[in-house]
């Protein structure tokens, strides 16, 4: 009888180990509000819900399953992952599917895959790898590699044309890079010819993406064409004033004038819902989240978990700030969800490798230390 | 970067850096927070109405257009309800493609066709224009089980305009059309435009035009929730119209009909009026047009027919026909020497047959003249010398103030057309108007020659047959002037309640009451005893009358023989009149053009409708010329 009771407790504990709660507790909150949300922007239908709520449940299997691997073994992923991410980002510019203008998708016969999703993850565990390997020698030629394994994707991506992906794949590459000490100098004279360069990156943007930067300057230049969706999701927020019209309520939303309302416009259907107090519930959110993040960083015991924790963290702040900031209309229009918030499986899935990997690297921290 | 490994310091500048990265993203979502506050705070209002906007659309509901009928409660204009076939272009693909097989389903002429493509090209895409108008019940269901191949194309119950009386009554009731541009500013100017959301048709002539407004009606609205794809999801609130009000006219329906008839296919005016009130009893313009071909939208052919006419059908002449007055002037004219003390009734002129002044002379058309003549004689035998004379000493000015009180030469203000653009002022020749009117300084001298025609309503005069009818009855009415108007109330469609239109005269000339009863006096005698004895003869009631010949054709010394001269310069026929004498019940001016006589032509449609007025007596068809009245040269 005892020793039964012990072993489920035992084991229950052992399940339980490698979970870090307050993360958990977070990302539950956000996911709440969340489904929520999908269930409000897809009334009449249950099933886009259902669909999110399995996919919620696959991503916490997942990210159950990532936080028990210990980080070396992490580390042991980072070269092949970002090989066949890289392959295949590859095999996208060759012989991708086109949809809508764009080379994303690759086909694999039964199901579509999106490359640039692996890439995600992929990118800083390798650039952390690296400068994790090249810890004790670091030398400035380290930063001209690690530079080039961010550049060689984010083109092929930044190509297809994806700006939303290049930029959190780019985002999360510079954020290792970063962490791993580029020196300010460097970084105030990228940002200088960046400006200077800027002229000349505006002529290689492709038309559709020019536009959406003069949409969001001003989109009543365009009000059923570009700025439409711009237009829209600012008035959904604006009408929803300091406490929102309810859920359910949202006259935005019901009457379909929001575009990709349960997908990257999700915001706007809360927003316009909850209003602005809803709105700082959910930055508040971010924020505990994005400061949970930071703090399992701070701790981490080494480069490599450190670097990775720091960029994936930051990840997460990119995702919901370029997302929140094209929604009320202060960023152009680029396809990025809400993180948690969107519904979609790849992007959850995603999402949860990166929780996963944090709580990996908060929960094996007193193992490496021994 | 430190080319020594340094663990610690490696840590400290990991977290140092976290720090910065810390400071961002409060930084970052600090930005966000303002923008939140900007949007759902600061800028509310304007982002909630946008809101609704988005999600409210109004339909329109047009209003019951009012009702008009004459005195007696015969309705001149009403309404009726019909199915149209309309097709809205832009939903409707190819349009010569569906009207063909249209065609097939329902009974399409190729006048349809005209007319659905004058409209397309007037109307707005969105809009639905109907090709085909009164669809019998039977053309509704066989439209209704063929609909599914018709995108675009639907039923729709429409309310017409339909004027019962046809022609009758035409020139004082108008028309409605289809709004045009210029109706849209009008519409604009009056700021009605949300109150015309959805109505297409608008008064273009007459009661029609000048009660627009009144006539119209409140446009009621239903409040529908649209999605963004402008689908109507439910009705949310209905404001019913209010239908437009009533009129109810003084003028009497059968009057009217039977002094058209009188004319015959004669072109000319009667413009009858109450004396006690300025009502207008009749107001004839002849040849006359019937404006049930306007509400659907004339055809171009028809237009084209009314348009060039040569008696031309649309031209309004009671309102809109300068003519000079003739002899009809005379009795005014010696009003006005009474009133003013150039003569008494009694003192009496000679008339050798001439009046000379300067090296010219004026010439009375019976040679040799009148003998003696007093001013009752110089009314009953229309003695023109009497006049020639009088008129010099009075002067110019003494008759053109005297005339502008009785309200010649100036715009009635007939409720008619839009504002008083449709009304001509016609003529008081002064020497004012001559220097307005004349350019070069030789021709704005006012001669004084040129006073002697005048005092024979010749020479510059010209005024309306509304003009000299309003006079007559102002006369008739001791020098009471009522605006003359046609409709008598404005009933509320809803409540009942009715509004005079005109109930307070507005003007008193203050006549002296016996100068009144000399010019009544020879103006019965007129009719007893002068000019019209022939036209009056026989009638049970008296009746005071002048007649009057306005010449068309400068004849420079040459006798006139009406039958020597083609029809069309033949001279206008005037005859003014008002009965009973002594408690007139109505007053009237008549027009022929090109009547030649005023006795031969004007007098004879005069008594029919005084007849028909007092007596209710019913003539049988057209008034017929007198053809001895053409060789009685008492006349002029």
Known sequence: MIDVVGTLKRGARELIAHIDFPLLLITLAIMAVGLATVHSATFGGNERMLSQAGNMGVALVIMWFVSRLPPQKLMSFAIPLYVVGLLLLVAVFLFGIKVNGAKRWLSLGFTRIQPSEIMKIAMPLMLAWYFHKYEATLRARHFIVAALLLLVPFALIAKQPDLGTALLVGGAGFFVIFFAGLPWKVMLGLGAAGAAAAPLLWNMLHDYQRKRIMTLIDPTTDPLGAGYHIIQATIAIGSGGPFGKGYLNGTQTHLEFIPEKHTDFIFAVYSEEWGLLGNGLLVFLYTLLIGRGLMIA??????????????????????????????????????????????GGTALVTLFLGIGILMSIQTHRMLVKK | MSSFHNPDADVNRFRFRLGIASLVVLLAFGLLLGRFVWLQVLQHDFYRTRAEDNRIALIPIVPNRGVITDRNGVVLARNYSAFTLEITPSQAGNLEETIDALAEVIDIQPKDRKRFKRLMDEAKNFESIPIRTRLTDAEVAQFAAQRYRFPGVEVKARLFRQYPLGAVGSHAIGYIGRITDRDLKWIEESEQQANYKGTDHIGKTGLEQHYEFELHGQTGYEEVEIDAGGRALRSLKRIPPVSGNNLQLTLDARLQEITEQAFGDRKGALVAIDPATGGILALVSNPTYDPNLFVDGITPDNWKELNEHPSKPMVNRAINGAYPPGSTFKPFMALAALEIGKRTPNQ?????????????????DKKGGHGSVDMYKSIVHSC????????????????????????????????????????????????????????????????????????????????????????????????????????NQIVDARTGEKRPVEPQPIRDLKLKPQNVDVIRRAMVGVNKEGTGTRAFAGAPYEAAGKTGTAQVFSLKGADYKAHAIKKELRDHALFIAYAPADKPRIALAVLVENGGFGAQSAAPIARMVLDYYLLGKLPGGAAKEDEAAVEDDNEE
Request: proline share 6%; charged share 15%.
């Open chain 2, 348 to 364: 009496a002129i000679s008339d050798p047959g001439y009046f000379n002044f300067g090296n010219h002379q004026f010439r009375d």
């Open chain 2, 384 to 487: 023109d010398t009497y006049y020639y004379m009088l008129a010099n000493d009075m002067g110019i000015d003494n008759i053109a103030r005297f005339m502008g009180q009785l309200g010649l030469g100036q715009r009635t203000g007939v409720d008619l057309g839009k504002d008083d653009s449709g009304e001509s002022k016609g003529v008081l020749p002064s020497p004012e108007w001559k220097k307005q009117r004349f350019k070069k300084p030789e021709q704005q001298k006012w001669y004084s020659g040129e006073t002697i025609s005048i005092g024979i309503g010749q020479g510059y005069n010209a005024y309306t047959p509304i003009q000299l009818a309003s006079a007559t009855a102002t006369l008739a009415n001791n020098g009471v002037m009522f605006r003359p108007h046609l409709v």
């Open chain 1, 298 to 343: 701070a701790a981490a015991p080494t480069k490599f978990s450190r670097l990775l924790a720091g960029a994936i963290t930051l990840g997460f702040f990119t995702y919901a700030f370029i997302n929140m900031g094209m929604v009320s209309g202060i960023l152009p229009v680029v396809g990025v969800p809400l993180p948690f918030m969107s519904y």
